[in-house]
């Protein structure tokens, strides 16, 4: 299953040093997220990516031991961005190169 | 022309008729009433206050006598909006409270053109201070000691900001001090003009003080914010001052405004570039003139 | 006939239909036109004409500030809609079923004109009856709700509504009200629902559908003469004036097809208050012999009460000078409005169970909290 960023460009987003307030046009609300959330979602708008992808890329930038609670963790953060609108599910028809969903 | 400068009976025959029209702060207010303990109560308290017959209101407001539903022989007031009833009725005694619960109420759901974060508002050297409420705040509390004690008072509920300019405006109405802070204030302040207390509302007893005539005439100088400080009033603490960060203060201010939501990107810019342009702390106290050492060595930092 | 308007209700209509007079409005009667507009849900709406023709630099101060709170509002409002829309799809994005949007948020899709200036609180869908429960519980599982209801509510939406009880995403405010059909399951309105859906017209956004020109006008009448009780609905009837502008506009034959679905519908006598009211509120430019098209319509005594009924409830009344007859009339389309949706052996308990909350609502004064 991979993921992309929903209207990126169209998110007001001010950087406190490692703290981050960020607008969301599309549903007038203001979230605020720490460092490793906000390069997840500058990840997924550069590449549709799966968990794993995620997981590896954050785990590698923060030195973190890319482990299953990691990959769990990730996981959450996605689902929990997913309710909110910032991320969707990359559909089958429109996945670029045609990858299967598991990893 | 101001309130003081004309007779009662004047005062009370446009509350019957064509309205009473005042300014408060950027907004002119409307108000008719019948009820003659009110008209006494407002005359006391809005003195100062600078009459508007001749300019448009923005609220036109109401208070009506009726009986009460339950027991015939009581009467009860109610509170109208453009002959729209709001919320319910009340005992006759809390007529004052709910017509000033009701102006706020007004302000709150109408003003989108201005950023109504909610907090207390203060002024001195050009420089506003705000103190955002959260339970426990104490902020009108302060505020009524703090307007007397040489800042100018612009709100002790609206930070009210045009958000464009990013100044805020003085918006000076009655404050309604509760329960134990009425003795507190009476103590500390004994001088100051305050309407009778009020018992048992939804808050409690209540009673208004008028704010100080100089804010009230000075109400349309606008200022820029300097400082954003969360109050929190704890009986017999030592106070303390701390510094917070931005972001938290920015979730604060944002999560309890009155309308940072609807105004959707320009409320968000706005709050930014204010926390940007304000050193924010914490201040737990219990003593007034701790405070106020507090604020005037912050000032002088700067 | 001829209408018999207000000072104040004259002063509203004018400056609705005829913006370019706002300019020799007082400061008084801008006061006063504030409050009526507000009343009738259309300062954002006046808003959008006053910066269309050009008049904003000679509205008052004062003025302008609450106009711009009006359609700040209004636009928050829309937002807010669209964002509701949004995750109602997302929620149901695996299901395979077709969606109506309905009113305010299928006027904006639609791009009929001003429709960015329409004050719209409700989110409202049409759904096919038969998806109705799955629809129901996928949208519970993924966090709306239902508002918590008395026991008699639940029952009558469920049992005798074209709708099911409104939800509400238990993160946000917005309520969506899906329906079913378009008129209530009591009234004697029988509308075949599958032919709105066969005629419906997909949007950019392929899985939300919107009604077909002439349905979409048809509804806006059922909605302001069948399913509300009129008073203060001047909105509702300015916007069957906007749809019958821009439609008919776009397509020649429109007039023709309208009149023909109404009564194919069965619903011409309702189209035929809506063109009535339409025409002789806001001048609408309905040609003149096509209401003779629609069967059946109102008898003569039928629309002389109405005549004199719908104008007094539609408008505000003034805000400081309420009248009686204004007053009785909006009882009396009250009572009509439940009469027409109701047949009486459901419609006496309705008003007896509805006149005792009321009563016990306001002797039990304490438990609203102002700020």
């Known amino acids: 299953m991979r993921w992309q960023a929903n209207h990126f460009q169209a998110l007001l987003i001010e950087d406190w040093g490692e703290e981050y307030t960020v607008f969301q046009p599309d549903s007038g609300k203001t979230h605020f997220f720490n460092l490793m959330s906000m390069q997840m979602l500058i990840f997924l708008n550069q590449n549709p990516a799966t968990p794993e992808e995620i997981s590896v890329h954050l785990a590698t930038q923060f030195h973190q031991a890319m482990d299953n609670s990691f990959l769990i963790n990730i996981e959450k953060t996605l689902h929990h961005f997913d309710t909110l609108g910032l991320v969707s599910k990359l559909h089958q028809s429109s996945q670029h190169g045609g990858q299967s969903d598991s990893v | 022309m101001v309130v003081n400068q004309i007779p009662f009976r004047e005062f009370h025959l446009l509350l019957l008729n064509q309205g009473l029209r005042v300014a408060i702060g950027p907004f002119n207010v409307c108000i008719h009433t019948a009820y003659k303990p009110l008209a006494e109560q407002l005359y006391k308290l809005y003195c100062h206050y600078r009459m508007a017959q001749d300019e448009i209101a923005e609220f036109h407001v109401r208070i009506v006598t009726e009986r009460s539903f339950k027991n015939p022989f009581k009467k009860n007031v109610r509170f109208l909006l453009d002959g729209q009833s709001p919320f319910g009725s009340f005992p006759q005694e809390q007529a004052l409270a709910v017509l000033e619960w009701g102006i706020n109420l007004a302000i709150a759901v109408r003003v989108n053109h201005l950023l109504l974060l909610h907090s207390a508002v203060v002024e001195k050297n050009g420089h506003a201070i705000l103190f955002p409420a959260w339970p426990g705040s104490g902020k009108t509390t302060l505020c009524t000691v703090l307007s007397n004690r040489g800042f100018r008072l612009f709100s002790d509920e609206f930070g009210l900001m045009d958000p464009r300019q990013r100044l805020f405006l003085p918006i000076p109405r009655l404050m309604p001090l509760k329960n134990e802070s009425i003795a507190v204030i009476r103590r500390y302040l004994p001088e100051i003009v305050m309407g009778q207390s009020i018992p048992n509302t939804q808050k409690g007893t209540v009673a208004h003080v008028c704010p100080p005539e100089q804010s009230i005439l000075l109400s349309k100088q606008a200022a820029k914010a300097r400082w954003i400080i969360f109050p929190k009033w704890i009986a017999g603490s030592q106070s303390k001052i701390e510094a917070i960060s931005d972001s938290e203060a920015f979730m604060l201010l944002a999560s309890n405004a009155f309308n940072y939501e609807a105004l959707g990107a320009t409320g968000f810019l706005a709050v930014a570039d204010l926390i940007h342009s304000c050193d924010c702390y914490k201040l737990v106290y219990s003593d007034f003139d701790d405070v106020m050492d507090m604020l005037h060595k912050l000032m002088n930092e700067t | ?371």
């Open chain 3, 1 to 371: 006939m001829k209408l018999d308007l207000s000072q104040h209700s004259l002063m509203l209509v004018q400056g609705l239909i005829n913006p370019d007079s706002l300019t020799h409005y007082s400061e008084s009667d801008w006061e006063l036109l504030i409050r009526l507009a507000r009343r009738v849900k259309l300062l954002g709406r006046l808003t959008l004409l006053v910066k269309e023709h050009g008049l904003w630099n000679q509205v008052p101060p004062r003025i302008a500030s609450q106009l711009t709170s009006g359609l700040v509002q209004v636009e928050k409002l829309q937002q807010l809609n669209r964002w509701e829309l949004n995750r109602i799809l997302w929620a149901l994005d695996e299901f395979n079923t077709s969606i109506i949007a309905l009113k305010g948020i299928a006027y904006g899709l639609a791009e009929i004109p001003y429709a960015t200036g329409r004050l719209s609180v409700d989110l409202d869908l049409l759904v096919p009856k038969a998806d109705l429960a799955d629809i129901e519980s996928l949208l519970t599982v993924k966090g709306w709700r239902h508002r918590t209801l008395s026991a008699y509510d639940e029952r009558y939406y469920r049992v005798w509504s074209h709708e099911i009880p409104p939800l509400v995403h238990v993160e946000r405010e917005t309520e969506v009200d899906i329906h079913h059909t378009l008129a209530p399951l009591t009234s004697r309105l029988k509308i075949d629902t599958r032919l709105l859906f066969e005629a419906a017209i997909p949007t950019k956004d392929k899985t939300i559908k919107l009604l077909s020109p002439v349905d979409m006008v048809i509804h806006c009448a059922v909605n302001l003469f069948q399913n509300n009780e009129i008073a203060n609905d001047l909105r509702d009837l300015l916007d069957l004036h906007d749809l019958l502008v821009f439609f008919s506009v776009q397509d020649a034959d429109f007039w023709l097809r309208l009149t023909d679905r109404a009564n194919q519908l069965r619903l011409a006598q309702i189209m035929f208050y809506g063109l009535h009211f339409s025409q002789l509120i806001f001048k609408t430019p309905v040609p003149g012999k096509i209401c003779n098209r629609l069967r059946p319509r109102p008898g003569k005594l039928k629309l002389w009460i109405m005549h004199r009924l719908i104008p007094l409830a539609l408008f505000p009344q003034h805000p400081d000078k309420p009248t009686l007859s204004a007053s009785m009339a909006r009882f009396v389309l009250y009572l009509r409005s439940h009469l027409i949706r109701m047949p009486l052996y459901i419609l006496l308990p309705h008003l007896i169970y509805k006149t005792m909350r009321m009563i016990r609502l306001k002797s039990g004064n304490n438990h609203s909290h102002p700020r």
